[in-house]
């Protein structure tokens, strides 16, 4: 059965899936944006265990528990500051939802929900970020066929537009 994708506006940190994925930073303990806000839902322990991963570099992913979450697991990835678009930023993205896809399917993850990786703070653009994270995930699926639901979470109105539009759902 190929994986179902879907487009939803919601906070990401009351999804019920296996793993939910962090825009992080490469400290891994913590900042704003998404990253707060999974910090803060998580609690405190999450910190606690991500301090001993030693950080993440950017386009790679650690898995942590996801303690006081409904999801299992949190995948902290850490997207690229966009600086114009030349620096690799596309393939750091693309490595961004590859390696989470990778490490949920490793941990036997069967529905995994992403956020707008890089377009808050990191000021990647979203229509050229929701292009990168759909490609990017369909193809990363046929090699991980365990995963069978996929949730694009979107915050905002014009980025639910955006992700609809870059998956080819009607705009509602
Ligand atoms: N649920 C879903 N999406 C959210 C939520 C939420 N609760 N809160 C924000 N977003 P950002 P980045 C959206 O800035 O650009 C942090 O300080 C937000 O609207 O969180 O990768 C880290 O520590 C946007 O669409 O992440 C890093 O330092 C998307 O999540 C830095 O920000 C990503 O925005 C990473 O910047």
Same mark, same amino acid.
């Given at each position: 059965?190929?994986?179902?994708?879907?487009?939803?506006?919601?906070?990401?940190? +009351?999804?019920?899936?296996?793993?939910?994925?962090?825009?992080?930073?490469?400290?891994? #303990?913590?900042?704003?944006?998404?990253?707060?806000?999974?910090?803060?839902?998580?609690? /405190?322990?999450?910190?606690? !265990?991500?301090?001993? #991963?030693?950080?993440? &570099?950017?386009? !790679?992913? +650690? #898995?942590? &528990?996801?303690?006081?979450?409904?999801? +299992?697991?949190?995948?902290?990835?850490?997207?690229?500051?966009?600086?114009?678009?030349?620096?690799?930023? /596309?393939?750091?993205?693309?490595?961004?939802?590859?390696?989470?896809? !990778?490490?949920?399917? +490793?941990?036997?993850?069967?529905?995994?929900?992403?956020?707008?990786?890089?377009?808050?703070?990191?000021?990647?653009?979203? !229509?050229?970020?929701?292009?990168?994270?759909?490609?990017?995930?369909?193809?990363?699926?046929?090699?991980?066929?365990?995963?069978?639901?996929?949730? @694009?979470?979107? @915050?905002?109105?014009?980025?639910?537009?955006?992700?609809?539009?870059?998956?080819?759902?009607?705009?509602?």
């Amino acid at each position: 059965m190929p994986a179902t994708f879907s487009v939803i506006q919601a906070d990401i940190t +009351k999804l019920s899936v296996t793993a939910i994925v962090n825009a992080a930073n490469s400290s891994l #303990l913590g900042g704003g944006g998404v990253d707060g806000a999974i910090h803060r839902a998580a609690g /405190p322990e999450l910190v606690h !265990e991500c301090r001993l #991963l030693g950080g993440c &570099k950017t386009g !790679e992913a +650690k #898995l942590t &528990k996801g303690y006081r979450l409904l999801a +299992k697991y949190i995948i902290h990835t850490v997207g690229p500051v966009w600086r114009g678009g030349t620096n690799d930023e /596309p393939e750091l993205l693309a490595s961004c939802y590859r390696r989470a896809v !990778e490490l949920a399917a +490793k941990n036997q993850a069967t529905s995994i929900a992403f956020p707008s990786i890089s377009t808050g703070i990191y000021g990647y653009p979203i !229509e050229l970020a929701a292009m990168v994270a759909v490609s990017t995930v369909r193809a990363a699926l046929s090699v991980c066929p365990s995963i069978q639901e996929v949730v @694009f979470c979107c @915050f905002s109105t014009s980025d639910l537009a955006v992700y609809k539009a870059a998956v080819n759902e009607p705009a509602a």
